[in-house]
């Protein structure tokens, strides 16, 4: 990520205004508030505000007339009593807004995530920047082979060389292209008088999905945990997945009795099917159980063993 | 509306307390924070919390890396462009949430917006207050002759009085029942140690649809002029519209920009069917025209004339 | 439920007109099309339309051109696998719609599952029916002692009379009250001449909250699933369990595969915390572990060992 | 758009199965179901399903126990009202899912409708087809000068044929590259026994915003309607404004009272604003105005003409 000095200037700026509010505040967040934080080579994220803290949530569950928070163990008790029987509306009371850079083939996956509000940079009213993703090496990753959506060993020498030239190469072209085509500079100025320049809503098509794009999204604590516990997840792709652990970091920060009762009941929990259950009942009871005897199959025999930590054949 | 002694400690108590944020400020809406603005007799609005102002609605228009607002003439001019064109994604960035006292059949109407977060005060677990909402006098209507969803004339005298009679009559009696079925004080405390109490989840079946109830109520802007432009609107039921005109004034306060051009395009505007326009081209060109020759039902050539404040009849 | 004979009659001529279409056909759903399934004392359950099957839910998730369904056991493999990864999306490509009457106090939980689209009867336009829900005496459960927010034993001889007594007499005297006030009858004829009838929107506030209501109530298999897995629970409100669990046998009817692995993997599975499952892992390792020493507050602990169908006290 | 023999041989097989049912039958819907309807250079819209008909909207209405239809004109009427009325709730009983083939680019502007259904291809887990959008020679548009987000003049000669050829030659490039990073043919099998091949959700983002994806897209009709209400707009772009104009054909067919009012009401209608609603009163009474007078932006003022079809200077 390279900040414009304008750009560097314009957060610092906005960063040094404080102003007296009655509302309830996040100190740990305010620090943060407004910071590109950097995440793969070019993208970011930055925290541009939020409504709300733990105690909105136990204020909200409590239905109160005053701040509604009572000792710090007691709303960290409502607060894992919450979590944990999904009583999830007390959680939606508090909403944070980002500034999201990141390529355009993450923002596809992104935006599946239907419950938040986005304003995404335009490429129908704006010409796009020239900035595209391109992996570190040790994510230079081969398909997996037991798992079809997933990534197995790291390329290495001269083929890791050749896909990044390729990737190099290829987005640098396009978007010598796509300038050609648009025949414009980057504020709008024409550069070739004899030439009439193709609309930027068609030339865009023309760059690559490794693209950044960026956009302003805005969503609930509650929406917002959906969320981490599947992009934050091992099973995600690491190109969403680091954007996900900044923000793990983030809601910390911000929530940080929610975020803690979030890690034990989510994200470092495990949840079991009813055969799985049965089968984990019989082994505390001291029965030696194989997968042909479980009445698993042998995908779910291995995703139990694994959340137990159990070796797959006895 | 009468708030409890200690109701009042606490919204006191939470008004007095200012903390320095480097978030935006509406200074208008911080002096309205916290405080109850009665509605119809035991009801109230509560303003608990904000994110943003109208500077949030350029700033994500603009995908802005600072605050992303200019002139104030050419930020209005950009607020009534995304109000006209119907670009809402950025009055989505913008959030209010409401603490509201209403009755539970006005509850039942207001619910029906989903894209709202909701925390209710619950009666399977705690105790309904003794609050029911009894009309005013001039709010005794009649129904409706030409609208089978509206009101008519106002009843008065013997009928009017036995009107209040019967629900003022009825909704103590029932409160008096639950009581009584319950076995248990507002508080909690076993009333009759011989008996049992029926479980709240069942008791509360016998109170009224006028008994009041309340809740957190948090949605973001654009979901709030949706809200606004049919409830404020004069066919709605008195007992909401009255929630909605205060809504307004608040909403003045916060993004005074925003307000105006909700007033201009959406409240104070009109929706012409094909058909209707076809007409109004008609009149503008000189043209006279009856229902007979417009095309129109009956209905809509009512609806059109009021719109263009023109008899029905030439 | 007593369906009139006109209602009655329209349902057997609808179930009587059969057409030839070429979307997928659920055939046992069919044979439930449109009947009225008892609920309570009063409601019901009817389908009265669906889209997709367990066909749809493997035909989209592989984007097919054709019906893309396989093997019987390649199709519930593929629909056990999503349900245990939580793809959800593919479970959203089925839809069903039922008419539901339904006591108003039950309406208002169920109307908070905000994703479905709903229909409901308005008590602004119409008369209201007079039904009430009064439970049987089975169900006249105490509050319960252990969890604020449920059923204890039950209510029995003379005290469960006094509850029976108050819930007709008050639900039939605010009825007779209603009808007064409105002074139209069933079909909206005048009653007494020289009277002049409050509107339908205003008398109505005087029922009380056990009166039925009726909707049409639209939602996608993933969702219903939710709402199910909340609604179906031993937590849930007897009332409303007593609906969730009819729409099971519908679901099962329906769509057969996804009901087998949502029995599975939601219904009958268990969510273990972070702690929980370190618990269950040395407990499999052959510890012996209390309550004191498993770092579980005492509520959590007591929900594990149910979980687990271990005493609470080793 | 050219669908393999196995595609269309699984699309008529589809089309020949017929099977009774008791829901409600769309005939003209019917003809079209499964069909592949070819929309640009590759892309195509299926109707793969659907739930309701017009009548499926009235019934809803009426909260019927039977079919709940009367004669058509009562039909057309209710349906006229709802419609002019923003009586939403009975639009979304009805429900449709189409398999739709589009450019990614377009992909993106599409799925920020949030209140559709979505099963997409997946790239992570398939690999893509070599399918790109290339614009037709009268598409080739040059940027708008008057509105930053459209088009203007159509790019001729030696211009045009330069864009074609970077953006086939650029397109072709970046899949050879694709296939080479993935050393896998199209059904998988490894093309080059000593290369490693680059995981398929890394590979996918070497290819260019014109390449088509597909999805299942399922959606309520009061959505689609307002998804339809702005991408068969002439503002909306040309590649997205082709598929909302062939579902307005099957709306048609699905549901032509609904349809009718939809075109009347919304898509042929106009909404004025407050100041453009008075200016128009003033014309329909004689009076002759001019921007400067008007109160309106020269904007606004040049929107209020076109509606009005009047020239812009008196």
Same mark, same amino acid.
């Given at each position: 990520?390279?900040?414009?000095?304008?750009?560097?200037?314009?957060?610092?700026?906005?960063?040094?205004?404080?102003?007296?509010?009655?509302?309830?505040?996040?100190?740990?967040?305010?620090?943060?508030?407004?910071?590109?934080?950097?995440?793969?080579?070019?993208?970011?994220?930055?925290?541009?505000?939020?409504?709300?803290?733990?105690?909105?949530?136990?204020?909200?569950?409590?239905?109160?007339?005053?701040? /509604?928070?009572?000792?710090?163990?007691?709303?960290? @008790? +409502?607060?894992?009593? $919450?979590? =944990?029987?999904?009583? #999830?509306?007390?959680?939606?009371?508090?909403?944070?807004?980002?500034?999201?850079?990141?390529?355009?083939?993450?923002?596809?996956?992104?935006?599946?995530?239907?419950?938040?509000?986005?304003?995404?940079?335009?490429?129908?009213?704006?010409?796009?920047?020239?900035?595209?993703?391109?992996?570190?090496?040790?994510?230079?990753?081969?398909?997996?082979?037991?798992?079809?959506?997933?990534?197995?060993?790291?390329?290495?020498?001269?083929?890791?060389?050749?896909?990044?030239?390729?990737?190099?190469?290829?987005?640098?072209?396009?978007?010598?292209?796509?300038?050609?085509?648009?025949?414009?500079?980057?504020? /709008?100025?024409?550069?070739?008088?004899?030439?009439? @320049? +193709?609309?930027?809503? $068609?030339? =865009?098509?023309?760059? #690559?999905?490794?693209?950044?794009?960026?956009?302003?999204?805005?969503?609930?604590?509650?929406?917002?945990?959906?969320?981490?516990?599947?992009?934050?997840?091992?099973?995600?792709?690491?190109?969403?997945?680091?954007?996900?652990?900044?923000?793990?970091?983030?809601?910390?920060?911000?929530?940080?009795?929610?975020?803690?009762?979030?890690?034990?009941?989510?994200?470092?929990?495990?949840?079991?099917?009813?055969?799985?259950?049965?089968?984990?009942?019989?082994?505390?009871?001291?029965?030696?159980?194989?997968?042909?005897?479980?009445?698993?199959?042998?995908?779910?025999?291995?995703?139990?063993?694994?959340?137990?930590?159990?070796?797959?054949?006895?």
């Amino acid at each position: 990520m390279a900040l414009s000095s304008t750009q560097a200037a314009e957060i610092s700026a906005q960063r040094e205004e404080t102003t007296l509010t009655r509302r309830e505040v996040a100190p740990a967040l305010e620090e943060m508030l407004y910071k590109a934080f950097p995440i793969l080579d070019h993208g970011f994220i930055r925290v541009i505000d939020y409504m709300g803290t733990d105690s909105a949530i136990v204020q909200a569950a409590r239905v109160s007339y005053g701040k /509604g928070t009572r000792k710090v163990n007691e709303d960290a @008790g +409502l607060i894992n009593y $919450l979590m =944990r029987h999904r009583h #999830t509306t007390p959680f939606e009371m508090c909403e944070i807004k980002f500034h999201i850079k990141l390529p355009i083939f993450i923002a596809r996956q992104w935006i599946r995530h239907r419950t938040a509000n986005v304003n995404e940079y335009s490429g129908r009213y704006s010409i796009m920047d020239k900035e595209f993703y391109i992996p570190a090496p040790e994510q230079l990753a081969a398909q997996s082979q037991s798992n079809r959506q997933g990534r197995g060993d790291t390329l290495e020498g001269a083929e890791a060389a050749r896909v990044l030239d390729i990737l190099k190469n290829d987005a640098t072209q396009v978007y010598t292209h796509y300038e050609e085509m648009l025949n414009e500079d980057i504020v /709008g100025n024409v550069v070739d008088e004899s030439k009439t @320049g +193709l609309a930027r809503e $068609l030339a =865009r098509m023309n760059l #690559t999905l490794n693209y950044y794009t960026q956009w302003y999204w805005k969503i609930d604590l509650q929406n917002l945990m959906h969320f981490l516990s599947l992009r934050a997840d091992s099973h995600a792709q690491y190109e969403i997945r680091v954007y996900a652990e900044k923000m793990l970091e983030i809601v910390k920060a911000w929530v940080p009795l929610t975020h803690s009762a979030f890690m034990d009941y989510r994200v470092g929990g495990a949840a079991l099917s009813s055969k799985g259950l049965a089968i984990v009942k019989r082994m505390i009871g001291g029965e030696k159980i194989t997968q042909e005897q479980s009445g698993l199959s042998k995908g779910e025999w291995r995703e139990l063993m694994k959340t137990l930590e159990l070796p797959e054949a006895a």
